[in-house]
Each structure stands twice: as C-alpha cells, then as structure tokens.
C-alpha cells in the first residue's frame, strides 16, 4: 500500500513527552543518549537525507522546527511517558512526584494547550548493569505501579552487555532492518538517527559542529535490549496511543455532531453568530467559550479549540476525509471571529487533507497506480494553499521570512511530488517562498525551478524554470550566499543558450561575469563576457558597459600569468571581425575592376582577332585558379570587417600572419577603429621577397587595446566527388584563394579611364583619356585595346571625328572605302611606342554609347615587354547611364521623279539641343535636295520637321544582293562551310563620321536578332553584309553646350520592297535532316525566318496616276452649244520596283463616260513608265468621275527563253474626277 511522504507523517505526527527519573537519565547516558527519547529514537521510523542538495535540508529543518502553537495542535503533546528506574530508592515516590508535574498547575500553563487530558504511559526502567539479572524486584514495582496508575504500563530492561567489548552473538532475531552483528554498527545506526534534521534539528547541528573524534553509542545494549525497545514503542503506538486517541476522536465527535446536528442546531449557531450582541471587532472579555482577540487564541475548553484538536487527531490517524470536512467548517468560523492565523491554519489543512485523499494513499491502490486530481479538484486544492499562504504573510510583518508558509507549501509540494502532480506546482512554491531574502526562501523558488520542467514531454517550461532559477540566485546573493547564487544563474544561462531569448541571455551572462569577477575569477568573468559580444541590435546591457567591465577583468588576469596561460585557448570572440567569405587578394591591376564577369569572353575574342607579331599565347589573362605576382610587387589583402557591437570598438596592432612568413613583408596598421554595427573593408599591403608559393593564413590584432587575437582565415574550398567515399561523406579541397604564388619579373602596366561622365547621352562623344602607367620593371610597347561594346573605346586618331558634321550632298569629296562586312570585337592599337620603367603615357580617346540604358564597358589592355614577346594585360571598366538624345522618325511618300522624305527631330534629352547637320548614307540614294536644319536649338520635347527629296544615284549596285542570297541557300541546306565572303567586300561611301559605322553595325545586330533569331550568332558575320543597298540611313549632328554628339535613323527604304529569297522556295526540301528534335525546330523556324521573313517581302510596285492634259487647275472649259464634248484621258503607269519588271492589265469600265478601247495591257521595265489615252464622252457641264477603271498587276521575271515567270500579282481600281463647264 503506498503512504504518504514521511516526511509528512513525522512532521504532523502525535507527540509524546517523556518524564524521566535521573536513575533512567543515567542509565541512558550510558549508552551515549541524553535520556529515554534518545534511546527510542532510532526506532521511530525510517529518515531522509541527502547532504548534497539544500532542499532536503531546508525541508527537514522547516518541518522538524515546528514551534508550539495555539492555531494548530500537532505539536501539543497527546501522551506523556513517566520513566522510573528500580535502582531508584524510593521508586514509588519519584513516581508520585513526576505524575504530579504531569497532572499539575505547571501541565497547563498555557491556556490554549491542554496539557491534562493526555495518554499516561508509566515505564519501569531496569538496568541490568546496575541492578543485576534478576527481574523479581522489576516485577513487583511494574505491579505496584499498574494498581496504583492503571494498565498503561510496562517493563524496559536495557543495559544487559556486562562488558564493552562483550557483544552478543545472538542478533539473528532482532526485527526490521536496524538489527545489526557488531556494536560498532549498532552505534552508527545511533548516530545516524541522532544527527538526522528529520528527527532532531537542534541535537544535529550541535551535532555538526563538535569537533574531535565521533561519539561512541549503545555500547551496553544487546541484542535482546533493542528488541525490548522496539516492543516498547510498539506497544506505546498500538496498545496505548492509537486507542486512546481514537476514544478522544469519538468522544469530541460527539460534541461537534451535536453543536451541528439538525435544523434548530444550524439556525442556533447562525443566529449566535450573526444576531450576538457582539460588536463589529471581538471583544476584550470574550468568555472562555470565545476567540480572545487580545492575545490571538481559542481557549483550550472552546468548541472552536476543541474542533480544531478533533481534526487534528484525526489527520494524524489518516482519516483525511474526516479531517477534511471539520477543517472546513472551522475555516469559515475562523474567518467570522476573524482569527486570522487559524483560519490559515484550517485554509492549508483543508486543502493538505484532500490532497492525501487521493487514491493513490488508499490500502486497494495497487504501487505505483497514478490517480490525478481533475483540474477542478487541483485548482480548488491549490486555492487552498494559495489562500493560506496569503493570509500568513498579509497578518505577518511585511519582509520577514513567515515559516508556517513555508511548511505549509513543503508540505503540499512533498504530497504532489508522490503523486506526480506538477500542474502549477512551480508558481505554488514561488508564491510560498514570499518576498524575504532568506535562505529557506531562495531553496523553494530553486525547487520550483526542478518542478517546471517535470510531468510534460516537452521543454515548454524551460523559460518559466531560467526565471524562477534568476530568482533563486537573486535571494542567495542577497542572503551572501554567492556560490549558490552563481550555481542557478549559470543553470540558467545553459538552458537560454539554445532558447531564442536572446536578451535574457545576455543579462544572465553580464551577471555571471559580474560574480566571477566580484570572486576573483577573471578568466571565468572574461569567458561570460566574451559571450555577450555578438551582433545583437537589442541586447539588454550596453556593450560598451560590457567592453569596460571585461577590460578590467582581463587586466586582473593578466596579474596572474598561470590563469592566463590556462585560459588562453577560451578566450575568444564569438562572433568573428572578419568575414572569411569576402576576404581576398587584390592585385595592383585589378583595383579599378567594376566586375569580375565577361573578362573571359573578352579574352576569347582576343585570341580568335590576334594580330600581334609572335606566336599567339593560350591564354592571356591571368590564370583564375591561382593569384600570381611578381617579386617585390606589392598586393592587397582586402578584410572586410564588422564590427557586430552596439558600442564603437577598435583595433590595435592589424596585420595578416603569412605562411611561410621569411618569404613576405607584410604592412601593421596600429589602430582601426569601428563604429557600432560599421562594415568596412582593410586593405595590408603585402610584399612578396623571393620566388614561391604563400599563404595568408589568419588576421591578427588586439581587440578594445587589450585582448590579444587571432582570427583564422581558412576555408573550405570546392566538395570533391571523384570518390565514392567523397560522395557519400562531405568532403572538401584545399581552399587557394588566399595563396600567393611569387613569380619571376614580368611587365606589369595599370590603365585609368578618366573624364567619362556617369550619365551621358545616346549617340554622345565624349573626349576622355586613358593613363598608361608602367608599375613593373620592364619597359611595355605595343599597347592594344578590346572592348566588351564594340567601337565604344577608341584612340582620337582612329576616330577621325569632327564637331560639326556636314550637310553637303554634292558628293564633292572622294568616298571612302568602307568594309562592306559586320566587323568583329578585336584589339586596336592604342600606343605603339615605348613606356619606360616607371613612366606614364595619357593618351586622348574617344567613349561613344550607341544604345540608351545602363553601360557597362570592360576594356582589355594587351601589351608585351620592349624587344620581347613577354605578355601581360591589364583591365579598366566603366558603368555609365546612356539617356535617349536625338530621335529621328521619318515618312516616304512618291514624288513624279523619286520620293519625299518627311522627316521628324525629336529631342528627348533634358537639355536644349542644337541640330547642326543632316547627313543621308546609302549605295543606291542620294538627296537631291539640301537638308537645311533650323539653327535655333531645340528644346526639350520639342521636334522639328523637314522634307528632303530622294533619288536614285544611278551606281552600279548589286540590288539583288545574290552572295547574300546564296550564303543563305548554304545555311538552310545545312551547309555552313559552304560560304563564301560577303560581296562586295568593300562599297565607297562618304560618311559623315566613324562612330556611324559602328552605330550601322550595332543596328545590323539587333536587325539580325530580331528578324533571324535562330540564325547561330557566329555565322551572321558570315551572311549578312553592313549595308544594304536599298536602305537609306540618315545622320543628324548635335550639340549643347560642350557636349556633341550624333543620332541616326537606320533601314530607311523608300522604293517598294520585293523578294530576295524567292529562287530559294524551290529548294526547301534540299535541307539535312537531323536526328535531334530541338535541332529540326530550329531549322523549321530558319527556314520560316528566311523564305517568310523580311527578305520575303515583296510589295506593289505600280503606281497608277489619271491626268485630263487639257483641264487647267483641274478645270475644262467648252461650248456645249457645239455638241458634246471628247475629252482626251491618260493614265500614266509607273513601275517603282528597282528590279523587277511588270505585266498589267487596264479594264476601263463598260457603259460608262469612256469611249474607244476598254481593255489594254503590257509589260513595264523596272524604273519604266507606260501611258494609255483614251477618250471620255461628256455631254453636259458639271463634275465627270473618271473612276471605276482596274488595274491588273504581276511582277515576274524574264527567262533567257523569253517565258515569263510570275513572282507576285495584285489587283486594285481606280478613281478620280474633273470638272468641265460650259464656255
């Protein structure tokens, strides 16, 4: 049957006092026991102790101190045990007179304890060393003293050992776990129970004060002696004590019943309470049946005390229901004689009652069954305490430590603990521990602490039990118990480590600092503060207040240089300076790189573009997977540091350690300082001395100017998978990017870009210059340049550009020859002479963007050693913003000899712009009449508007463009290899500027993009030539202020457009097939790109015009007195197309004013014109429609066999009037 704690039992357990002779004191002190309490002592029950922790003390002491009281009766004595001894000489008399002490005036000298009404047990003590064997004598008085007392009597023979070193053999039938072979075990067994807390606090602690050597117990008793001892206590409990107490219980039930029982009963006691004359606070001269205000008590004869003891005597029997309901009842009468410490007495009774009448106490409960309470029976439970707790600390003095609180929540926290109820347990023994600063006080909040992670699977009560441990620890520091108090802060802080509350953290570590400091403890104070230097925007102590105090606490420490040295491997920061991830090695050349992408592509094309005297390198750029230098070259070093602190931090003594270190020079900045939460970036120089490989390894510096450090900068290169072991576990190359590897000299130039803006227009040149400085030991020559945006950086010579562009269309000049083909990305010179050792060259360029949006321009600079074919190469960018300028849109309408051409200047920029020319480039047109632009700038948003005069110019031009056509038969027979160079390869033009051409260029580009998407990049060099010679471009010059510039207008085609492919359509089904699918799709969409594309179109090219040769303004005049009038009609046909030839067919319309022939036909050359005349009859003046006629046309091409092939027909009718009146 499982019971309740012990130590509740031994706590609210009867008392019985012992009157003793000093024959039966002496006999006691014998044995090493001050008296026969002593000697029965060891066989009360078992005890609890466990040294280590300071609640099992803190419980025993609280428990086992419990002063008399008159609010309950558990310490009030229920028996009193009269011990005689027969080696007394008037054994009968001694009896009489301790009897007297028991039953005297001195048994009730407090008038709230009876100390009358209590069990009698006479005890006749013979001690055989001092009376000898015989028991004839010991009988008689035993019989003596039960005629004269009654039966409540019995004889204790002890002392039967004649000698101390003589020990009885025959320990075999000795009871229980206590009977021992040897008197040295029997004496600890003594000793053991005599200095347990449970059972007597106050002998224990002198206990543990005495010095010298351990005091020798029962060294006269035997075997039998315990025995009779333990039949003693047996016999007091069972035959005596328990039936006297049960015969109380009956008898003061009874009189409780009664005072309850029935209706009139009820009312009476109501009425009494509440219709007394009784004032509103308790009188003074309250009789002897009432609750004494005055001095705080029920007299001991009261139906209240009396109550009170009836359910105290039956909670020591364990009829906690019973007790249960008395308590009760007497809660509420306490509370209206506003007795307020019995009430919360009753309150924590009330509620300890049925918390032990769960069943899990019952004798059916199997061990180890778990019964919970509902949570209406825990919360009415925990009321209880809470009630009781509060009452005793509210009608206490306020800040002082209120002991019946604490027992009375020791008391309830060992009963949940047997039942494992820890709903609210924690918050109970917080609420019990008050606010006092006491030990006792800090115990109970450190257990609630252990009970808030109990009876859950989860951790849901770690943050409940890091705040009742802070509480704990802040009682013990007060109380000066400061290892404790260090003990539960440090259990706190290990249970907020892995918690996401930083901020509590943070105070639990700068506390924990404080403490180790305050102990002398540096190391461990420096180690917690270390922990508070992370990146933490909101942590609760300022760091720089952290920073001060460990600055201190390190400065102790290094007075002690063995703690230091032991220490030194802790000692680090937690959150590192330095970002391994962006550390990295600059050379001198690579300090003005915006980007580190498209160096590659750039030096491919490079290499398929070398024209550079000598056998062409593999590669030209430096080689990625390493970092080479020369000797004596100096590098960089680039940290990148952060200071994750919410306080300004510096660092002193900042250098790099280098691995091998003799090979290097390495630069030492005395001080960097940071500011709160502030990333910068530090470059060290650092000088390479001989030839070789290094590594640069870690970051050393003394953070704050007092802590010494060492930050590696090691990490973890690329996962290897060459294996299966590699595969299966990560694992990782060695990382070299920070190795250094130390070259022979080599030629070594640093290129600048400077005076290109950060914003510039569409079109824009701008005259900047490039600086050559040769940073090496070697002369450089030769100097080329590849941009990634062709044409955009280019020497002024090269150029060839002027600030004011013509507008001359005479032809005057002679034409250049300009390559007829897409050029590609490929160096150009950019300084052909010597740059010494040391010297530096400026050499004036031209920038040009050609295309609005963001730019970004990477230029390679190529070189080599003078007089050897050395390499070497150096990078320059530039990110600009291009912004839209200049805008040109342009309309085509036919004129009787060639086009008009509208044309519209729009200025987008944000600035006035001046127009200063207009220029036209084309093979096959030329503007025949001058392009006079207005001379008043244009401001932003405005246009201004002109009409040219277009003509052909009559060169000889290949219009058919037939090595266009037939490198496009190749692709689409998937014969690449098949074709042959752009013809012509060259055309003579006089363009206004060079930056034109690579405009041209860069509009063929995007043309080729967009109209040939699937056309491989690499071949439309090949294919497509720059110009076309049926497109007109026009040119417009500007200017604002110092700034000029140009913008174009591309792909203008004033004649008819017309097919180029169509001898291509019957050889579709020429093409390789292919196994691929997405290469099938690619040619399909070729194929439909080239025979459906832009260079299938084919438009009308007859123009049709009505002409009456004798009207005037549109007018005829005749005498219609005369007759009718025959008015002679013409229509003019003009074939536009500058290729193809066109049959028509002319039907004027039947019935209508048209007289002769009404159907003609013929064939018009290209460029030629036809005209047919007929008549229309008019018989009287007014309006004539000359319309309804229809023009049937075909374009087609002539076989040398004189058999026409039609290309493409069209049908269209036609309109017009005049207006004849009468003469």
């Known amino acids: 049957m499982p019971s309740p704690p012990l130590s509740i039992i031994q706590s609210l357990s009867p008392r019985v006092a012992v009157l003793a002779s000093d024959d039966v004191n002496d006999s006691c002190n014998a044995n090493g026991c001050k008296g026969l309490e002593e000697l029965l002592r060891p066989w009360e029950g078992g005890t609890e102790r466990d040294e280590d922790q ?18 309950e009766t558990f310490n009030h004595p229920v028996g009193v ?33 009876d100390g009358v009404q209590v069990l009698k047990f006479f005890v006749v003590v013979h001690d055989v060393a001092k009376a000898g064997s015989s028991l004839v004598k010991a009988e008689e008085l035993l019989a003596n003293v039960k005629k004269a007392y009654g039966p409540h009597s019995t004889l204790l023979v002890i002392n039967s050992r004649q000698q101390a070193g003589d020990v009885s053999t025959d320990v075999t039938t000795a009871e229980g776990p206590d009977s021992q072979g040897d008197a040295g075990a029997l004496s600890q067994i003594y000793a053991n129970a005599l200095s347990s807390l449970t059972l007597s606090p106050m002998g224990a602690a002198a206990q543990m004060e005495e010095d010298g050597p351990p005091k020798t117990y029962a060294s006269l008793l035997t075997s039998e002696d315990i025995q009779r001892l333990m039949a003693l206590v047996r016999e007091l409990v069972v035959q005596s004590l328990v039936p006297w107490m049960e015969a109380r219980i009956r008898e003061w039930n009874e009189a409780y019943q009664s005072s309850r029982r029935g209706l009139t009963g009820r009312l ?72 307020w410490r019995y009430a919360a007495a009753a309150n924590e009774m009330v509620g300890l009652s049925q918390l032990l009448s769960n069943a899990f106490f019952l004798p059916n409960t199997p061990p180890g069954s778990i019964v919970p309470f509902t949570t209406l029976q825990h919360t009415e439970i925990s009321t209880c305490l809470e009630n009781a707790v509060i009452s005793y600390y509210q009608h206490g003095p306020p800040g002082h430590i209120q002991l019946d609180a604490l027992r009375a929540t020791v008391l309830y926290y060992e009963a949940w603990k047997a039942i494992q109820e820890w709903r609210g347990v924690g918050s109970a023994l917080v609420k019990g521990a008050g606010e006092a600063d006491e030990v006792p006080c800090a115990v109970l909040v450190e257990e609630a602490a252990a009970a808030d992670v109990k009876g859950g699977k989860s951790k849901r009560g770690s943050r409940r039990q890091s705040l009742h441990l802070v509480m704990a620890a802040k009682k013990y520091e007060k109380a000066g118990y400061k290892a404790f108090s260090r003990r539960c802060l440090e259990q706190a802080a290990s249970l907020m480590r892995g918690a996401p509350w930083k901020a509590a953290l943070d105070n639990l570590e700068y506390a924990l600092g404080r403490q180790a400091y305050t102990l002398g403890e540096s190391a461990v104070a ?17 760091q720089s207040m952290v920073l001060e105090d460990m600055a201190l606490a390190y400065e102790h420490l290094q007075n002690h240089p063995d703690q230091l040295e032991a220490a030194k491997g802790k000692l680090k920061l937690p959150t590192p300076i330095f970002d391994i991830s962006k550390t990295k090695i600059l050379l001198p050349e690579a300090s003005s790189e915006h ?137 990782y190359a060695k ?78 000049n002679t034409p250049a020859s300009i390559p007829n083909r897409l050029q590609p990305i490929a160096p150009v010179p950019l300084y052909d002479g010597v740059i010494e050792a040391g010297k530096s060259v400026t050499v004036p360029v031209v920038f040009t963007a050609v295309a609005p949006g963001a730019l970004d321009v990477k230029a390679l600079a190529i070189f080599s050693a003078a007089g050897t074919d050395v390499l070497g190469c150096s990078r320059v960018s530039h990110a600009a913003e291009v912004r839209r300028a200049l805008a040109i849109s342009t309309e085509v309408a036919p004129a009787r000899k060639g086009y008009f051409l509208a044309v519209t200047v729009t200025n987008h920029a944000d600035v006035p712009l001046e127009v200063t020319g207009l220029s036209a480039v084309s093979e096959y047109w030329q503007l025949t009449s001058p392009a006079d632009v207005s001379p008043e700038p244009l401001l932003p948003q405005q246009t201004q508007r002109l009409v040219l005069s277009v003509q052909s110019g009559g060169a000889n031009v290949d219009l058919t463009q037939t090595r266009l056509v037939s490198n496009l038969s190749h692709v689409l027979a998937g014969r690449p290899e098949a074709i042959e160079p752009i013809e012509p390869g060259s055309v003579k033009l006089q363009v206004p500027t060079a930056e034109y051409l690579r405009a041209r260029r860069a509009w063929r580009l995007r043309f080729a993009t967009e109209h040939f998407p699937t056309l491989p990049r690499e071949l439309v060099p090949r294919i497509l030539p720059l110009l076309d010679p049926l497109e007109l471009d026009l040119v417009a010059s500007w200017a604002a202020e110092n700034r000029y510039g140009f913008a174009c207008a591309h792909g203008i085609r004033p004649a008819p457009a017309f097919s180029l492919v169509e001898s291509l359509r019957g050889g579709e089904s020429t093409a390789k097939r292919t196994m691929y699918e997405e290469t099938g799709r ?66 004027l319309p039947q019935g209508s004013v048209y007289t002769g022939t009404l159907s003609h036909r013929g064939t018009i050359p290209a460029g030629g014109r036809a005209s047919v005349k007929t008549h229309a009859w008019v018989c009287e003046p007014g309006r004539v ?25 069209w049908i269209g009718a036609g309109g017009g009037s005049v207006e004849v009146a009468a003469a």
């Open 54 to 71: 300071q609640y099992p003390t803190t419980r025993a002491l609280l428990l086992s101190s419990r002063p008399l009281a008159p609010h």
């Open 81 to 113: 045990m009269i011990a005689i001894s027969t080696t007394t000489p008037d054994p009968m008399g001694t009896l009489t007179s301790l009897y007297g002490q028991a039953v005297g005036t001195g048994a009730q000298a407090a008038p709230w304890m």
């Open 268 to 339: 009476f006691g109501a009425g009494r309470k509440l219709f007394s004359s009784r004032p509103s606070s308790p009188s003074t001269t309250t009789g002897p049946a009432g609750y004494n205000a005055i001095k705080g008590y029920y007299p001991v004869n009261s139906p209240d005390g009396l109550s009170r003891r009836l359910a105290d005597f039956a909670f020591m029997l364990r009829d906690y229901r019973y007790a249960a309901g008395v308590y009760d009842s007497l809660r509420r009468d306490y509370v209206q004689d506003k007795a």
């Open 526 to 542: 420096v180690e917690h503060f270390l922990r508070l230097l992370k990146r933490e925007d909101t942590s609760s102590p300022g």
């Open 595 to 731: 980007s580190t992408e498209g160096w590659e592509i750039l030096e491919k094309k490079a290499l398929a573009n070398w024209d550079r005297k000598g056998k062409k390198p593999l590669s030209i750029l430096p080689d990625p997977r390493k970092i080479a230098a020369c000797v004596g070259e100096t590098l960089c070093v680039e940290l990148i540091a952060s200071n994750p602190l919410n306080a300004p931090i510096v660092l002193e003594n900042l250098t790099v350690g280098v691995e091998p270190a003799a090979a290097v020079e390495v630069q030492t900045i005395d001080e960097v300082a940071l500011a709160p939460y502030e990333t910068g970036a530090i470059r060290l120089a650092i000088t390479p001395k001989a030839e070789g490989p290094f590594t640069v390894a870690n970051a050393t510096f003394t953070f704050h100017r007092f802590l010494p450090c060492v930050e590696s900068l090691e990490r973890k290169g690329k996962r290897l998978f060459a294996t299966k072991q590699q595969r299966l576990k990560p694992m």
């Open 735 to 812: 990382d070299t990017s920070l190795t250094v590897h130390a070259e022979a000299t080599r030629p070594r130039l640093e290129i600048e870009l400077t005076g290109v803006p950060g914003s510039m227009f569409e079109g824009e040149l701008v005259d900047a210059e490039i600086t050559l400085r040769n940073k090496g030991t070697l002369g450089v020559e030769n100097v080329g340049l590849i941009t990634n945006h062709y044409g955009a950086i280019v020497s002024r010579e090269l150029s060839q550009t002027s600030h004011q562009l013509t507008a001359d269309t005479s032809h005057s």
């Open 1082 to 1147: 690619q040619m399909r969409a070729l194929n439909e790109a080239v025979l459906e594309g832009v260079f299938a179109d084919e438009a009308d090219p007859l123009l049709v015009r009505t002409r009456v040769p004798s009207a005037k303004q549109g007018r005829v005049t005749h005498d219609f007195a005369k007759g009718s009038l025959s008015l002679p009609v013409e229509l003019e046909l003009e074939n536009r197309s500058p290729t193809l030839p066109v049959r028509w067919i002319l039907n």
């Open 1185 to 1209: 429609p000359l319309g309804g006629w229809e023009v049937i046309r075909e374009t087609g091409d002539a076989e040398t066999d004189g058999e026409w092939v039609p290309r493409m027909s």
